[in-house]
């Protein structure tokens, strides 16, 4: 509501037009596309919130269907799940290179250029994929291109300005705009399995190379926007100041003095905040990738067909829906570190079910696996979007957020690799899932000590203070 008095002087008479105090940029001075986003009766952020929503869903899914590809891949090939699934990771290291590039790309040219050029990377990865008769093509398409590419406007593209639109509400902001996976996956998980069993994998490809190009490139080139400046108003839709008022210090600021602090990337790489996230980062997405891209593979090994495999990871995605929202709302009012904690545990909970599944295979046993990485660990994705916001905040924050994401990205590129090369050495997942366990330990610790908390309140913390 707040976002749309700025253009209230365009629509009703002079002499019933708001106090000059109240006006946040002189209406001649704005362009007029931005005074019809400003007309908007609600917070344009919300529209930010919606067009990344359906982003987000096509490309993560996109990117996660390489677990449907991964089974007929290596059925029609024969090459050794080392190696195909060195494909995932491949893209993965793409991914941690690009992601400080990302972050300058995000500050410079905003998500309306950025995510419309991720979109023909993936779409151009999944054609030439078809084309695969060595294992390098696979790296270069599903791998480098797909993965790769996927990246742009996948959680990392989108986490690198979404924090910018919210602060009292970021966490349930970021989370409905990340719940769009889960609620496109149960669809499109089992369709993409469809097609693979009745036309085969590269009738796939095509099929999301379409999909990606048909709505990614214009949804984002037509309607995104990369700050609430751009349309003259402030994150949470409050009103800009008046030029010369003084700035008073925001009520959830805990250490005015960090916030302070212009945080440019090298300036933030001297501080032991930084690092302990890095860390924190790695390790969690050591255990959050290795698990999905090895899922399908695991679940027919041990007795279930491919299709309720297929359904098993469209529901991880689906619970993980009500994780986002819940994880993040409860994020707002419990704190960053509460609940990237709990998520973790959901990690730790699904890896020693997925042990137990091994031993003895029970369809309870394959459902409390899912309902703990999707229901409870897909929550950490709205933590690792808002915490580094709520350290290094600022002008340059798309690039200190894409450094820190190529930390996380290299984790999530040397888990699924190790644990193929695992199963490869000794035909089991046994040390590869003690491992994740570990890992996810190690993120929880990690995010503690990087302490958001004693930086910025969140919202629900503050009324208690």
Known sequence: MRASLTAVTDIIPPHLSPPAHRQITPPSQQSTLRRKLIRVPIFYGWAVVAIAFITIAIGVNARN???????????????????????????????????????????????????????????????????????????????????????????????????????????????????????????????????????GWRSAAWLLAGVVFVVVLPLNLLFQRHRPEDIGTRADGDAVPPAGAPQATPDNVVDPAWVAVDWTLQRAMKTSRFWWLSCGFFASFIAYYTILVHQTRFLIDVGFDGETAALALGLVSTFGVGSLLGMGALSDRWGREQIWTVSMLGYIACYGVSLMLQAQPSWILMATMVVTQGLIGQGMVTCFASIPAEL???????????????????????????AGVFYDRYGSYDIAFLACMLAALIGIACVWMAAPRKVRRVAGKIATV
């Open 392 to 418: 290094f905040q600022g002008k340059y924050y798309g690039k200190v957020f894409g450094v820190l994401s190529l930390f996380g990205m290299t984790g999530g590129a040397i888990g699924p690799w190790l």
């Open 65 to 199: 269907a390489f677990s449907l590809l991964y089974p007929p891949i290596l059925q029609e090939f024969g090459w050794s799940r080392g190696i195909t699934a060195a494909t995932f990771s491949v893209g993965f290291l793409a991914s941690s290179i690009m992601s400080p590039f990302i972050g300058m790309a995000m500050d410079r040219f905003g998500p309306r250029r950025v995510f419309p050029f991720g979109g023909v990377l993936v779409a151009a990865g999944f054609i030439a994929a078809t084309f695969t008769t060595e294992p390098w093509h696979l790296f270069a398409t599903l791998g480098f291109l797909v993965v790769g590419g996927s990246v742009l406007f996948s959680y990392v593209g989108h986490s690198a300005f979404l924090p910018n639109w919210f602060v009292r509400r970021r966490g349930l902001a970021i989370g409905v705009a990340f719940s769009g996976v889960g609620v496109l996956s149960l669809v499109a998980m089992p369709g993409v399995q469809t097609v693979i069993e009745t036309d």
